[in-house]
Each structure stands twice: as structure tokens, then as C-alpha cells.
């Protein structure tokens, strides 16, 4: 009884932790493709949605003058590590022969 009881007190306040967060980082996405929107050149516009969560979150603290310039280095990243997992065939990225 007590351990059913633990649990469900638990699972709400779990939830009740973990949805603000996943609401700010809702929050930060939209803002950093607002932002790249505004100061990117507009027939860039199609590839700021290929950017990933991890990515626009990491683009939040970067100047407004370089944030178009890292936005393309991420995205030129992300397209070589795609390009290395097709041409392996097996959806794992190329290690260059070291094991990790």
C-alpha cells in the first residue's frame, strides 16, 4: 500500500517538474527561428527548420551579428554527419576506424 501510494504521488510531481521545461524549450525553438527569420537572408529561410532542438538552444547565446554564420556551420555539420550515415549504410556514423 505505501509503495503504491510513493508512486502516485510521485508520477504527478514528476509531471508537474518536467512540464515547464519542455515548455521553455518550446519557447527558446520559437525565438531562435523568429530570430534567424528576421536576420538571415530570406532564401535561407526553408533550412532554419532543419535545425535540431539541441542546436537552435545552443544558437540562443550567440550574438545577433554571428548567429546566421553558426547556424550554417551547424547545419553544414549536421548534413556531413547525414552524408557519413547513408554512405555507410548502416545508420551509424563513420568512426574513421576507431572504435569508441
Do not use: C
Not at 501510494?5 to 508520477?11: G, K, R
Not at 524549450?25 to 534567424?36: A, F, G, S, T
Amino acid at each position: 500500500m505505501v509503495r503504491v501510494l510513493s508512486v502516485a504521488v510521485f508520477v504527478p510531481f514528476f509531471k508537474l517538474r518536467t512540464y515547464p521545461l519542455k515548455v521553455q524549450d518550446r519557447v527558446i525553438r520559437l525565438e531562435e527561428r523568429l530570430r534567424l527569420q528576421a536576420l538571415a537572408p530570406a532564401a535561407w529561410h526553408a533550412q532554419i527548420y532543419r535545425l535540431t532542438e539541441d542546436q537552435l538552444i545552443g544558437l540562443r547565446f550567440a550574438a545577433d551579428d554571428e548567429v546566421v554564420e553558426l547556424a550554417k556551420q551547424a547545419l553544414e555539420a549536421t548534413s556531413a554527419a547525414s552524408r557519413s550515415r547513408n554512405a555507410s549504410g548502416t545508420g551509424a556514423p563513420i568512426t574513421g576506424g576507431f572504435e569508441a
